[in-house]
């Protein structure tokens, strides 16, 4: 009896050696797997985030290309309206300093057809300088018109092609 009783017992210790194999095997893998589960997690989570950071980062650099872009449209505009308010100033002043040289010239005629030869000569000059300026003035702002919206035309080009070939 005591070889059967040494025998059962010989026999529930190998039974639960393996049992014990067993479970540290099972945990050994469930271990490994979850260690493989959490690096991969953390692997996706961290492309994510650096996916996430170059998104942004591109975005900033879009948005302050658009902002240089309006800075520069902003300098254009101020300086073709002072060239233009400069080239009407001088206008003015030409105009000014004939409409003088007439007066003084009508002070000393001595017949009425001369006076009105003057006055004639002086309005024809001056309808047909201001026909001519406003036609350059025309052409100046339509040009500048041009020039100030050409590096915001360009982003818009630009956010054109970056996003249809985002899409």
Do not use: H, W
């Not at 050696?17 to 953390?42: F, H, P, V, W, Y």
Request: no cysteine; net charge positive; aromatic share 4%.
């Amino acid at each position: 009896m005591n070889n059967q009783f040494t025998t059962t017992i010989d026999a529930a210790n190998v039974q639960a050696k393996q049992n014990l194999d067993r479970t540290m095997s099972g945990l050994k893998n469930g271990a490994a797997q979850a260690t493989t589960g959490i690096e991969q997690a953390q692997d996706k989570m961290r492309g994510g985030v650096e996916r996430a950071m170059k998104t942004a980062e591109e975005m900033f650099s879009f948005y302050q290309g658009n902002i240089e872009a309006i800075a520069r449209s902003s300098q254009i505009f101020a300086s073709g309206m002072q060239n233009l308010s400069q080239r009407m100033a001088a206008t003015a002043k030409t105009t000014m300093e004939e409409t003088i040289s007439t007066m003084k010239a009508l002070s000393s005629v001595k017949s009425l057809k001369e006076a009105t030869d003057l006055q004639q000569n002086l309005a024809r000059a001056t309808l047909e300088k201001a026909v001519t300026q406003t036609g350059q003035i025309a052409d100046s702002s339509i040009k500048l018109t041009e020039q100030t919206f050409a590096p915001i035309g360009a982003r818009v080009t630009l956010a054109v092609e970056k996003f249809s070939k985002a899409g």
